[in-house]
């Protein structure tokens, strides 16, 4: 496993992976789709040609083209049509949520657009180009994702802001930056592309080939215990799947999840969920606890009271966050502040802060699991704090969760079930029928 800095994320992105990252998934011909598309409904070549004014022969070959560039075959031929094999309607699925993600994209476009089929106003290398340049930095750096040139790149661009009758970029030097029409068209852009990744994955989990990617977003409540410990018991479970833990702000990691970046996010919930492209599941209620080194001169206390704790500084949780919100409500209702307060984002920052000083931290008694365990870090009070947080997944609305996806998922609500026990500790290998388990089982 790797650790990889990101520096678009607070504090970089801690990557967990058992392989290295693969570029995102190409789209194919988007007419070469609409075909399958056709075919799995019509049941036949011919009446899908004819919806799509094409001949028999265009749509068998836009087909076959699809059947090599996935390995798999897509339809059985019948003297009463045409009939999706497994692959086919695993891959009649994901197309369906590719013209869904792109239909999206296109709702707000004028001069009705948006009633087109999006494989009648998008081309494949636009989508790609699209999103490139919102992973991108720079143009050239765009342009090596997609494996063309500028030139090629901005061509294609400039055609479809022509059909659009709008801009859907602005360039600045070298940089290209993305009107709000682009910026919901790049989104659309990357989750069609997640869609036929995962197509990808589980046609290939279909035929007993466990690849792919896992990647999940953490917040700092999430990230010492309930997430590592669900990710590793699936990345063992499905050891060729890339399994990825990545770190941020919680603003960061919403954008990456609605654009396919990520697949969940785990952490304290919102509620109610921040947009209606996302959708909240609990796991369990948290409370945060007053935090401090063994030895602590409160630490001989009973129960220290509010008055005890404003002689000793704080770390405040980050600005914004749900717990900075619980922290600023302690103190204004006594009417005094403590008198030293670090702002501290970094959860090793703050532990390395906790263990060399006395100053104190409202933070989740899941956070300090181990150091709690090692004799390093204490917890002086739980009662401090008024409120609960609620602690669970966040996902896109109507995912479609791969095998490896749903595995990882029971594991996050059996750690989550067990954190609500802190002396008990569940079995890295559970008992599953995931692939090659009877060599897992403890």
Known sequence: MTRQNDPHTEGGAATMTNGPREPFEKLPNLRHLKALLHVGALRSVNRAGAEMNLSQPAVTQAIARLEKAFGAAFFVRHPTGMYPTDAGEIMLRRVARVFDALRAGLIHMPNGTAEQSPDLLLKSVQIEALSAISRAPTQDAAAQITGTTVAAMARNLNTLERRLGLRLMFRDGD????????????????????????????????????????????????????????????????????????????????????????????????????????????????????????????????????????????????????ARREFEMIFPACGQKPSQIYEVASHMAVRAILRESDTLALISRHQIKYEEE?????????????????????????????????????????????????????????????????????
């Open 175 to 322: 940089q290209l930056r993305l009107s709000e029409a682009g910026a919901l068209l790049a989104r659309a852009a990357k989750l069609s592309q997640r869609e036929l990744e995962l197509a990808r994955d589980e046609l290939n989990d279909a035929a007993g080939l466990h690849s792919g990617r896992l990647s999940v977003g953490a917040l700092p409540m999430a990230r010492t215990y309930i997430t590592p410990k669900a990710l590793i018991a699936t990345g063992m479970a499905f050891p060729d799947v890339r399994v990825q833990m990545v770190e941020g702000a919680y603003e960061t990691l919403l954008a990456a999840l609605r654009d396919g970046d990520i697949d969940y996010i785990v952490g304290t919930l919102r509620e109610p969920a921040p947009t209606p492209d996302v959708v909240e599941t609990p796991l369990f209620s948290d409370r945060l606890c007053v935090v401090a080194r063994s030895g602590h001169p409160l630490a001989g206390h009973a129960r220290p009271g509010l008055d005890a704790f404003l002689k000793f500084p704080w770390i405040a949780p980050r600005e914004g966050s749900p």
């Open 374 to 442: 090692d004799g390093q870090l204490m917890v002086l009070s739980e009662t401090l704090a008024s409120t609960t947080r609620v602690i669970g997944y966040t996902a896109r609305v109507k995912s479609a969760p791969t095998r490896p996806q749903q595995y990882f998922l029971a594991e996050l609500a059996r750690a989550a079930e067990f954190s609500r026990r802190p002396e008990a500790s569940p079995p890295v290998h559970p008992e599953s029928d995931a692939p090659g388990q009877t060599a897992l089982q403890s």
